[in-house]
T-cell receptor, first 115, second 116 residues
Framework: AQSVTQPDIHITVSEGASLELRCNYS??????LFWYVQSPGQGLQLLLK??????LVQGIKGFEAEFKRSQSSFNLRKPSVHWSDAAEYFC?????????????FGPGTSLSVIP | ETGVTQTPRHLVMGMTNKKSLKCEQH?????MYWYKQSAKKPLELMFV???????ENNSVPSRFSPECPNSSHLFLHLHTLQPEDSALYLC???????????????FGPGTRLTVL
């Protein structure tokens, strides 16, 4: 069965520091991988996605993620965090079903940013 | 309007009330989804509609009743809810193509529901 784990429930970083959020997935075939961000009271915004090709994926807001098949990981990184990056981050894996495109979400990592 | 919109953004209702949540997508997609996001829990898929037909019901209690009159609109009718149904309800849409490729889902801002 497909699953997504995010080992860190909560992370606190100082503004300007680098950030790495971890994600591991379990999926039998080539995965479709996503990172979403959710600000308080808001819906989900897609940061980036990996479908195929280059394993280093660039996204919006200066984020990037690297797909490592051997480690079943898709970690999210940002070189310098801004206070506005404080939010909940969700890693997800997509799977094609017979009648729709399924998404399995991880439990999320809450990011706090210290000024 | 662009993307996926949801109304209302906030809703407070008593356990005996009947209310409806509305979702509209302006992306020309053919599949629409309802998710429930409770505190400290991963997003839970509730229902999926493909070309207006329900293709997934993830063991959702009958007090939640979805309706999809066309590919652009999705409703979630609520009646005799329980306090534990308080959550953020998210709508999403995607362009499903049979067997060829995966297409991502686009999410609305959600409706924050509080059941008293």
């Amino acid at each position: 069965a497909q699953s997504v784990t995010q080992p860190d429930i909560h992370i606190t970083v100082s503004e300007g520091a680098s950030l790495e959020l971890r994600c591991n997935y379990s999926y039998g075939a080539t995965p479709y991988l996503f990172w979403y961000v959710q600000s308080p009271g808001q819906g989900l915004q897609l940061l980036l996605k990996y479908f195929s090709g280059d394993t280093l994926v660039q996204g919006i807001k200066g984020f990037e993620a690297e797909f490592k098949r051997s480690q079943s990981s898709f970690n999210l990184r940002k070189p310098s965090v801004h206070w506005s990056d404080a939010a909940e981050y969700f890693c997800a894996v997509g799977a094609m079903k017979t009648s729709y495109d399924k998404v399995i979400f991880g439990p999320g990592t809450s990011l706090s940013v210290i000024p | 309007e662009t993307g996926v919109t949801q109304t209302p953004r906030h809703l407070v209702m008593g356990m005996t009330n009947k209310k409806s949540l509305k979702c509209e997508q302006h992306l020309g997609h053919n599949a629409m989804y309802w998710y429930k996001q409770s505190a400290k829990k991963p997003l839970e898929l509730m229902f999926v509609y493909n070309f207006k037909e329900q293709t997934e019901n993830n063991s959702v209690p009958s007090r939640f009743s979805p309706e999809c009159p066309n590919s652009s609109h999705l409703f979630l009718h609520l009646h005799t809810l329980q306090p534990e149904d308080s959550a953020l309800y998210l709508c999403a849409s995607s362009q499903w193509t049979s067997g060829s490729s995966y297409n991502e889902q686009f999410f609305g801002p959600g409706t924050r529901l509080t059941v008293l």
